[in-house]
Nanobody, 116 residues
Framework: QVQLVESGGGLVQPGGSLKLSCVPSGSIFMILVGAWYRQAPGKPRELVAS???????NYVDSVKGRFTISKDSAKNTVYLQMNSLKPEDTAVYYC??????????WGQGTQVTVSP
């Protein structure tokens, strides 16, 4: 069973940066979408950013201009560069990939904490 492995989370001060990475533990072909979700304590999981096969991207309004999602198709890796981090960005961040036609993959999550 292929799983997604996230890395790059941690503790950072407000205004700082982190880069999350997500790589499958095995081969996944025909990936349609890569995305990052996050879930803060007591809140529902929300879509932060997504990237399609044509590299088109979408972001939740709260991170536009601060976060950048990208991918390395050769390595099946998805990244999330997070700049100008705010305390409200504190959450567990989950990687997600969808393989054609409709198989979903999720990571275990990586904690991002933004605190002085």
């Amino acid at each position: 069973q292929v799983q997604l492995v996230e890395s790059g989370g941690g503790l950072v001060q407000p205004g700082g940066s982190l880069k999350l990475s997500c790589v499958p533990s095995g081969s996944i072909f025909m990936i349609l979408v890569g995305a990052w979700y996050r879930q803060a304590p007591g809140k529902p999981r929300e879509l932060v950013a997504s990237i399609a096969t044509d590299s088109s991207t979408n972001y939740v309004d709260s991170v536009k201009g601060r976060f950048t999602i990208s991918k390395d198709s050769a390595k099946n890796t998805v990244y999330l560069q997070m700049n100008s981090l705010k305390p409200e960005d504190t959450a567990v961040y989950y990687c997600y990939m969808k393989r054609w036609p409709s198989t979903d993959y999720w990571g275990q999550g990586t904690q991002v904490t933004v605190s002085p």
